[in-house]
Nanobody
């Protein structure tokens, strides 16, 4: 069974870099036709696709967040990581990692074969 678990600090100061790690079990992040995704949901708002990293390590980012986002991976630990720089309180959200079988933003993460972590709350505040 595929499982994903987010980890990282729950509180980040404005202007700093948010860093979250997703640990994957039951699948390999280097398996073909896998896209490892970060999604967030601010309070009272809908899901927002942040970006993903494919099995070949190709990355795709939301245009609105691209300038501040970096997704990388550690194949030895079967983990992938999100870094979001220059955060503001508007970046406060529940952050989810997910696996999808194709690259297609939110739709892919909601399609059959997708798996999600339980989510982790990140608050940006001084």
């Amino acid at each position: 069974q595929v499982q994903l678990q987010e980890s990282g600090p729950g509180l980040v100061k404005p202007s700093q870099t948010l860093s979250l790690t997703c640990t994957v079990s039951g699948d390999s992040i280097t398996t073909a036709y896998r896209y490892w995704t970060w999604i967030r949901q601010p309070p009272g708002k809908g899901l927002e696709w942040i970006g993903n990293i494919g099995a070949s390590a190709s990355t795709y980012y939301s245009p609105s967040l691209k300038s501040r986002t970096s997704i990388s991976r550690d194949t030895s630990k079967n983990q992938f990581t999100l870094q979001l720089s220059s955060v503001t309180p508007e970046d406060s959200a529940v952050y989810y990692c997910a696996r999808s079988l194709f690259s297609g933003a939110i739709a892919a993460a909601l399609a059959p074969g997708a798996y999600w972590g339980q989510g982790t709350q990140v608050t940006v505040s001084s």
